[in-house]
């Protein structure tokens, strides 16, 4: 009895339409070739990232945590979920603070007119098959997002007296990440209607006199995807 379950593809790529029943692909060994989960949402364009911070030209990061001041704050509507993939925090001065204090936060306690400077959220697909229905702020002041239903997923603590340029820092990069493969389970932020009408991903970078720069990367689908 003849059967498939799929056709050998190694070599050459066949390219199908939305909805079109089609066997899986194999390679010439006869085992199923599967893209992880992420790379597959980043094909699909639903993977974007936002940058704090450009070039050469540092942002000027708040300071001491303050919850309403976070350094990068992430907007998430009604209807939308985010995923967390990755975070990085860059320092190039941390002042004299004993403490550098990263932290991210994920909350349903979102705030649809957070103050600062607005940030360009950008696709990790270029040709751009979809844009982000977030917002992200740098710099300014929001509702704290630490009431409702919240939680850090993500800490880095680091207790140091002596500046960017000097003894021990002067022998280690300040740059500090977080990966949703490395130190998840990653969250899913769901928009709600708690708040002022939606959720957020707030991350601060606090030293006392800190600049850097902060890249955050998550992926985004319409919450009626997974619940």
């Avoid at 006869?30 to 364009?45: C, K, N, S, Y």
Wanted: aromatic share 10%; glycine share 12%.
């Amino acid at each position: 009895m003849a059967y498939e379950i799929g056709i050998v593809r190694q070599s050459s790529y066949n390219d199908y339409s939305e909805g079109q029943e089609r066997p899986s692909r194999l390679n010439r060994r006869g085992e199923l070739v599967v893209q992880g989960t992420f790379q597959q949402w980043v094909g699909d364009g639903r993977v974007f990232t936002v940058n704090s911070g450009t070039g050469t030209a540092p942002a000027t990061f708040a300071g001491a945590y303050v919850a309403t001041t976070p350094d990068l704050y992430v907007y998430v509507p009604l209807g939308t979920t985010i995923i967390p993939l990755a975070i990085r925090v860059l320092y190039e001065a941390v002042g004299t603070e004993s403490t550098m204090e990263i932290v991210a936060t994920a909350s349903v306690t979102g705030d649809s007119s957070a103050g600062g400077t607005g940030l360009t959220i950008s696709p990790m697909r270029l040709d751009n098959p979809r844009s982000s229905a977030c917002t992200a702020t740098a710099a300014g002041t929001v509702t704290s997002p630490n009431s409702g239903t919240f939680f850090d997923f993500w800490r880095f603590m680091r207790p140091l007296t002596d500046t960017v340029a000097t003894g021990e820092n002067d022998r280690n990069p300040l740059v500090f990440e977080y990966s949703a493969l490395k130190d998840g389970p990653a969250p899913y932020i769901i928009g709600t209607t708690a708040g002022t009408g939606g959720s957020c991903m707030a991350i601060w970078a606090a030293s006392q006199a800190g600049t850097g720069f902060i890249q955050a990367t998550w992926a985004e689908v319409p919450t009626t995807s997974i619940t």
